[in-house]
C-alpha cells in the first residue's frame, strides 16, 4: 500500500516562497496523477494542483495560477510543489494525494502545515 509524507511547510511572509515535498513508499507513483490539496480552517478542502502521469499536463486552481508549480520526479517517487508569491489567503494544510483510479484520489498523506503572515 502507497503511502505518501508532505514535508516543506512551515511560516513564511507575504510574498516569500515554499517547496514542499510528497515523498512515496511502498509502491511507485509513476503510473498516476498526484494532486495537492489544502484545507483552511473552518473551509472546505480544495483542490489545488494536479500533474499527470508523465508531469507533462498540469492543472491548478485559478488562484494559483501563476505563482505555484507542481512537478514530479518519477525516479524519486517524490512529487512537489513549489509555492512563491505566497500570500495570507494560503495559509492551509496542504496535502498530496494520489488517484490511482478514475476521478478519486484514494491515497493521502498526512498533511504539512503552510502559514503565511501579512
Known amino acids: 500500500q502507497v503511502q505518501l509524507v508532505e514535508s516543506g511547510g512551515g511560516l513564511v511572509q507575504a510574498g516569500g516562497s515554499l517547496r514542499l515535498s510528497c515523498a512515496a513508499s511502498g509502491g511507485t507513483i509513476s503510473t498516476y496523477t498526484m494532486g495537492w490539496f489544502r484545507q483552511a480552517q473552518g473551509k472546505v478542502r480544495e483542490a489545488v494542483a494536479a500533474?499527470?502521469?508523465?508531469?507533462?499536463?498540469?492543472y491548478y486552481v485559478d488562484s494559483v495560477k501563476g505563482r505555484f508549480t507542481i512537478s514530479r520526479t518519477n525516479a524519486k517517487n517524490t512529487v512537489y510543489l513549489q509555492m512563491n508569491s505566497l500570500k495570507p489567503e494560503d495559509t492551509a494544510v496542504y496535502y498530496c494525494?494520489?488517484?490511482?483510479?478514475?476521478?478519486?484520489?484514494?491515497?493521502w498523506g498526512q498533511g504539512t502545515q503552510v502559514t503565511v503572515s501579512s
Open positions: 500533474i499527470s502521469r508523465s508531469g507533462a499536463t498540469a
Open positions: 494525494a494520489l488517484r490511482s483510479g478514475g476521478s478519486v484520489y484514494d491515497y
